[in-house]
C-alpha cells in the first residue's frame, strides 16, 4: 500500500484574496479567515492519517503560495523544483526549496529550466507511471525534462492534454487499487482506459480532485454522489471542507506535497 509519512503544507496568506482564479467554482472572494480554519482542519485530517506536518508560514507576496502542490513535485526517490509560466506563482519555487531540502539532499534535488515550464497540479503518480498534464501551466519542454529527470528512477512517463481548465489532477485523479475519477473528456482519454473510472457529474465536477492518504480518501464537501461512489468502492472518507480555497481553484492535493 502506498504509504505517506510527511506533508509539507503552507499557511494561506491575506493576499489570498488577490489569487489567480478561473471563475470556474465561484465569483467570490476568499474569506482569509474561513481559509485559515478550514486549512488547519485540513492538516488535522492529514495528521490523525498517521502523517506528520511541517506547516510553513505564509507568505503575503504570493498570493497563491498556500498550494505548495505546484512549486514542487516529491517523489520517493527525488525532488523536482517547478518552474511556474506565471509571474505571481513563479517565485514561490525558491520560497519552497527550503522545506525540501530538510527532507532530500542536494543529489535528489533538481530543476525545471526555462523554457520548461511545470505545476505539480499536473502531475499524477499511478505506481511507477507518471502522467503529466499539458495544460497551460505545464508546457512540452517542461514536461520532456520532467520525464528525463524521472526515468533516472525507473518511472517511465506519458503525456495527457489538459484542456478544460487549470491542471490534470482537477480532471483526473488516482485514488490507489486501479480506481479514478475523470470528468467526461478525461474519460475519453486512450491512457486511462484500462482504470476503473467514474465518471463525476458535471455539477459535481471539483470533486474529481479528492485525496486518497493511507487508504483512506479525503473528500471535498458538498458532493455526495461523489462521496457515495468513493464510499461504494470500500474506502474510509473524511470530508474536508475547502470553500475558501474552491474560490481560486484550489482544492485538496493543491494544499500539501505528501511523500
Ligand atoms: C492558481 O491558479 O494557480 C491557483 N489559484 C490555484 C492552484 C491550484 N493548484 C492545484 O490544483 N495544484
Known amino acids: 500500500m502506498l504509504e505517506f509519512k510527511n506533508?509539507?503544507?503552507?499557511?494561506?496568506?491575506?493576499?489570498?484574496?488577490?489569487?489567480?482564479?478561473?471563475g470556474m467554482f465561484s465569483e467570490d472572494k476568499p474569506i482569509y479567515e474561513d481559509a485559515i480554519n478550514q486549512h488547519a482542519e485540513y492538516v488535522k485530517t492529514i495528521e490523525s492519517l498517521g502523517v506528520k506536518a511541517l506547516v510553513l508560514e505564509a507568505l503575503e507576496e504570493y498570493p497563491d503560495s498556500c498550494?505548495?502542490?505546484d512549486p514542487a513535485v516529491v517523489l520517493k526517490e527525488c525532488a523536482i523544483i517547478t518552474n511556474s509560466p506565471r509571474e505571481?506563482?513563479?517565485?514561490?519555487k525558491?520560497?519552497?526549496?527550503?522545506?525540501?531540502?530538510?527532507?532530500?539532499?542536494?543529489?535528489q534535488i533538481f530543476y525545471i529550466e526555462a523554457p520548461g515550464t511545470m505545476e505539480g497540479g499536473d502531475v499524477m503518480v499511478v505506481d511507477k507511471h507518471i502522467?503529466?498534464?499539458?495544460?497551460?501551466?505545464?508546457?512540452a519542454e517542461g514536461a520532456k525534462q520532467f520525464s528525463q529527470i524521472v526515468e533516472k528512477y525507473g518511472y517511465t512517463t506519458s503525456t495527457v492534454p489538459v484542456t478544460e481548465g487549470l491542471h490534470l489532477k482537477d480532471f483526473a485523479i488516482y485514488?490507489?487499487?486501479?480506481?479514478?475519477?475523470?470528468s467526461e473528456k478525461m474519460n475519453e482519454e486512450e491512457a486511462f482506459?484500462?482504470?476503473?473510472?467514474?465518471?463525476?457529474?458535471?455539477?459535481?465536477?471539483?470533486?474529481?480532485n479528492s485525496l486518497y492518504i493511507n487508504g483512506t480518501v479525503l473528500v471535498p464537501d458538498g458532493f455526495p454522489k461523489t462521496l457515495e461512489h468513493i464510499?461504494?468502492?470500500?474506502?474510509?472518507?473524511?470530508?474536508?471542507n475547502t470553500d475558501e480555497f474552491k474560490k481560486i481553484d484550489g482544492s485538496l492535493t493543491c494544499l500539501s506535497l505528501r511523500f
Open 7 to 22: 506533508i509539507i503544507v503552507r499557511k494561506p496568506s491575506k493576499s489570498m484574496i488577490e489569487g489567480i482564479s478561473t
Open 67 to 69: 498550494f505548495v502542490e
Open 88 to 92: 505571481s506563482r513563479n517565485g514561490e
Open 94 to 107: 525558491f520560497e519552497i526549496e527550503p522545506a525540501i531540502k530538510k527532507y532530500y539532499s542536494d543529489d
Open 131 to 139: 502522467y503529466i498534464g499539458q495544460s497551460d501551466r505545464t508546457n
Open 175 to 182: 485514488l490507489e487499487n486501479n480506481n479514478m475519477l475523470v
Open 193 to 208: 482506459k484500462d482504470f476503473n473510472r467514474f465518471v463525476v457529474p458535471k455539477e459535481e465536477l471539483y470533486a474529481i
Open 231 to 240: 464510499k461504494s468502492l470500500g474506502y474510509p472518507v473524511k470530508v474536508v
